[in-house]
């Protein structure tokens, strides 16, 4: 298998969002949705260049200084963040080039893309949606090989009607890559050097270039604006719940219990409704948690109960009980 590097797309403003925050800040399940695809992308590989732009200091602050990065000064699309990566890459293997604002993906569905890219020049993560306005269409030829993707703005009537779209997620022989890059224009609507037509230049020399759609459509797709944030945190909370629950813990209402990240839960713990775990929270085995628990970096012996109350860095000791109406809180 080819050497596989991984470049992350971290430069956009996030207009939709309509805040202060760079986008790939914005916290899903108290981590921001940038470092969830950087931790997809270092289970395959260790190489990663981070492209920042809009809100850079920010972004490295939160990220960390000890990652490759690369400044996009100018925001002029897809292709050129790209090129702003290339003096930081080998010659040749193969490249994951990657959105800071698809936290949902996971190292298994990125390594489908890397395994299908050695079958061909490129491969790209592809979904199916009712509605697929304002995504870019999917062109397949004959063989079902990608010959094309085209922007919404730049489809035809025809074109737009396909509901096949583009999520933004490749991966690329590099040696190729290379050579397509320094040819891009951005003679089209929104006067960008599109990544894209990198798909395009390689079908027109013969090289094949591979579809993966995946089974979910939610897994692939941005998050532009704070209705998809929350969609992307339900998502993601589904997933921690359903990680724990397969572990040996016992959640009464998923729907109503919220858990980070970074919290570890025991065997026959019972989390009950309105729970709020939040990153940092360890909690031991065959303990109660809730109703109306809030926990924030608590660490909770064994076959602790608490209910109703709200604790923040406490230490709790086995065989506890606390509540209801508890404050605790150490400095």
């Known amino acids: 298998m080819k050497q596989l590097w991984a470049v992350v797309l971290a430069a956009g403003e996030g207009k939709r969002m309509h805040s202060d925050i760079p986008k790939v800040l914005h916290s899903i399940c108290g981590r921001p949705m940038l470092d969830y695809i950087l931790s997809s992308a270092a289970e395959l590989t260790s190489q990663a260049v981070i492209v920042v732009g809009h809100g850079a200091s920010r972004v490295r602050e939160a990220i960390g200084e000890n990652r490759l990065y690369a400044l996009q000064e100018q925001q002029l699309g897809t292709g050129h963040a790209v090129m702003q990566a290339l003096s930081q890459l080998p010659g040749e293997g193969?490249?994951?080039?990657?959105?800071?604002?698809?936290?949902?993906?996971?190292?298994?569905?990125?390594?489908?893309?890397?395994?299908?890219?050695?079958?061909?020049?490129?491969?790209?993560?592809?979904?199916?949606?009712?509605?697929?306005?304002?995504?870019?269409?999917?062109?397949?030829?004959?063989?079902?090989?990608?010959?094309?993707?085209?922007?919404e703005k730049d489809a035809t009537a025809e074109e737009k009607r396909i509901t096949e779209i583009n999520?933004?997620?490749?991966?690329?022989?590099?040696?190729?890559?290379?050579?397509?890059?320094?040819?891009?224009?951005?003679?089209?609507?929104?006067?960008?050097?599109y990544l894209t037509d990198v798909i395009s230049m390689l079908r027109s020399s013969g090289y094949p270039v591979v579809a993966v759609k995946l089974s979910d459509y939610r897994y692939g797709l941005g998050i532009n604006n704070?209705?998809?944030?929350?969609?992307?945190?339900?998502?993601?909370?589904?997933?921690?719940?359903?990680?724990?629950?397969?572990?040996?813990?016992?959640?009464?209402?998923?729907?109503?219990?919220?858990?980070?990240?970074?919290?570890?839960?025991?065997?026959?713990?019972?989390?009950?409704?309105?729970?709020?775990?939040?990153?940092?929270?360890?909690?031991?085995?065959?303990?109660?948690?809730?109703?109306?628990?809030?926990?924030?970096?608590?660490?909770?012996?064994?076959?602790?109960?608490?209910?109703?109350?709200?604790?923040?860095?406490?230490?709790?000791?086995?065989?506890?009980?606390?509540?209801?109406?508890?404050?605790?809180?150490?400095s």
């Open 167 to 193: 999520t933004g997620t490749y991966c690329f022989d590099l040696k190729l890559l290379r050579h397509c890059l320094p040819l891009l224009n951005n003679k089209n609507a929104q006067q960008e050097y």
């Open 94 to 151: 193969s490249l994951l080039v990657l959105c800071g604002d698809t936290p949902l993906l996971t190292a298994e569905h990125l390594s489908v893309l890397a395994a299908k890219c050695e079958q061909g020049a490129a491969a790209v993560a592809t979904v199916k949606l009712d509605d697929p306005t304002g995504y870019g269409r999917i062109i397949r030829g004959d063989q079902g090989f990608v010959e094309r993707i085209v922007e």
């Open 226 to 330: 704070r209705a998809q944030l929350a969609e992307a945190s339900e998502l993601m909370r589904e997933r921690i719940n359903r990680e724990l629950m397969l572990s040996g813990v016992t959640i009464e209402d998923p729907r109503t219990t919220y858990i980070d990240h970074d919290v570890s839960v025991g065997r026959d713990t019972t989390l009950r409704p309105l729970t709020h775990l939040e990153a940092g929270t360890s909690i031991g085995s065959g303990c109660t948690i809730g109703p109306g628990a809030h926990l924030k970096g608590a660490e909770i012996g064994d076959k602790v109960i608490i209910e109703h109350s709200y604790l923040e860095g406490a230490k709790i000791e086995p065989d506890r009980k606390i509540g209801p109406y508890a404050v605790i809180k150490t």
